[in-house]
């Protein structure tokens, strides 16, 4: 006899799926189940794992943070791991990031650079309080990032808490024109606090993709009306998109900038928002009201500061750059073979991340395409998660061209399974 566990899981509707997968082990691109089945990590546990799991260095250093300093309030004390972190991160980040502010998901990293634009505008006595956001964007599931992200099913019972954004849409492919007088029009109201965006890939809306040129003329465009840019590279950072940071790729230095995922290479839990002295410098006053005032209590945890020193560390001491080169080739190869697959439409790719759409009548989010692809992937020992009907692949850098071809296998079996 089975006992029900007490436990509620994110983004699962218990009565549809009943059973998890209980996952007792994890080393590079894979997962051990607890039958000892070895698993493929293709979505990196939710886009988090960049250098695979447990990496030797990254553990490490956590166990030797953990034995020295565990947690301590980060309000009026500081810790080595987050002074070189910030440090660090000034350095691999697009020049004029100037301050970190840490904070412990990508969810509140989004929620501080939210408040860090509106804080801005008010002590420096302009009245901006409008945030323009992109169609299809996710910035995550609290009250204010879902208020700035995709209004659907996932979000309509909160509708009415949510406050009202000004939207522009998605740069399709041939019409980004569009979107660029929809944005340009917006920011000349003068309204307008700031713009966030996910720069080149929208992930969970998805993983659409638009090009560098788009991304450099919507921060160009921001720039002309004094309106803050936010880029939530949440996913895209930490070389996903083939560089250390998509906005690498438009040579743009956002105002503020929201970094998680892979922060601490996918090991522990923590983010930092980035900004421009500016913001800075409006809220440094000897007016205690000006105070920036937000915090979790485990701002810049220690042992995950040091994880991402360690992630840091990995970046520079092993071939991360030449694996991601290779990663995209496979993926490149990978997505060819559906070339003239007809069940199969919109193949696209940014570095590491590929995606396909499968051609099916009912293609929305809660299509059953997505559970029934899903189970058939977990049957095959393969960590797929279909977003609605989009296929996409997104594995850590370690991954090998054998562990390629089963993905792609994979998806080929599985549509004729489907289909
Ligand atoms: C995942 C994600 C978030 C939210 O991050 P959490 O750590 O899940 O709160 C925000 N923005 C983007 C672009 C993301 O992909």
Redesign the pocket.
């Known amino acids: 006899m089975t006992t029900r566990s007490p436990i509620w899981h994110p983004f699962t509707q218990h009565a549809v799926m009943p059973e998890m997968t209980k996952i007792t082990g994890g080393s590079g691109a894979y997962l051990t189940k607890a039958d000892g089945a070895k698993m493929l990590d293709a979505i990196s546990s939710?886009?988090?794992v960049t250098h695979g799991h447990c990496h030797p260095h990254v553990i490490g250093t956590i166990k030797e943070q953990a034995e020295k300093l565990d947690q301590v309030i980060f309000a009026g004390h500081t810790h080595d791991p987050a002074e070189r972190l910030a440090r660090q991160l000034l350095e691999v980040t697009p020049d004029g990031l100037d301050y970190v502010f840490f904070s412990?998901?990508?969810?509140?990293?989004?929620e501080v650079a939210l408040k860090m634009a509106l804080g801005y505008w008010h002590h420096v006595g302009e009245r901006r309080q409008r945030i323009v956001v992109m169609e299809h964007?996710?910035?995550?599931?609290?009250i204010g990032?879902m208020s700035v992200?995709e209004r659907g099913v996932f979000n309509q019972p909160y509708n009415p808490l949510l406050f009202d954004v000004a939207k522009v849409p998605f740069p399709v492919k041939a019409q980004e024109q569009v979107m660029l007088d929809a944005l340009d029009k917006l920011c000349a109201q003068g309204d307008v606090a700031a713009f966030i965006v996910?720069p080149l890939v929208?992930?969970?809306g998805g993983m659409l993709m638009y090009t560098a040129e788009t991304l450099r003329a919507m921060h160009e465009i921001c720039k002309k009306h004094g309106v803050l840019f936010i880029a939530?590279?949440?996913?895209?950072g930490w070389g996903r998109t083939g560089k250390m940071f998509a906005c690498e790729h438009a040579q743009v230095t956002p105002d503020i900038a929201?970094y998680?995922?892979g922060l601490t290479g996918g090991s522990l839990?923590l983010?930092v928002t980035m900004c421009s002295g500016a913001i800075y410098d409006a809220h440094y006053s000897t007016d205690r009201s000006k105070t920036f005032f937000h915090s979790s209590s485990y701002t810049a945890n220690p042992i995950a500061c040091a994880a991402a020193v360690a992630n840091l560390e990995i970046w520079e001491s092993e071939p991360v750059y030449e694996r991601i080169e290779r990663l995209a080739a496979m993926q490149s190869a990978g997505l060819a073979r559906f070339e003239s697959d007809e069940r199969f439409t919109n193949l696209r790719q940014r570095g590491t991340i590929a995606a396909m759409d499968i051609q099916v009548k009912d293609h929305g989010y809660l299509s059953d395409v997505g559970p029934r692809l899903y189970a058939f992937f977990q049957s095959k020992n393969l960590l797929l998660r279909p977003l609605g009907n989009t296929l996409y692949a997104m594995p850590p850098y370690c991954t090998s061209q054998g562990d390629i071809d089963n993905i792609y296998n994979a998806i080929a079996e599985g549509a004729d399974e489907l289909l």
């Open positions: 939710w886009w988090v412990d998901s990508g969810s509140t990293a989004v964007s996710y910035h995550g599931d609290t990032t992200g996910e929208l992930g969970a939530d590279e949440v996913m895209t929201c998680s995922k839990p983010a």
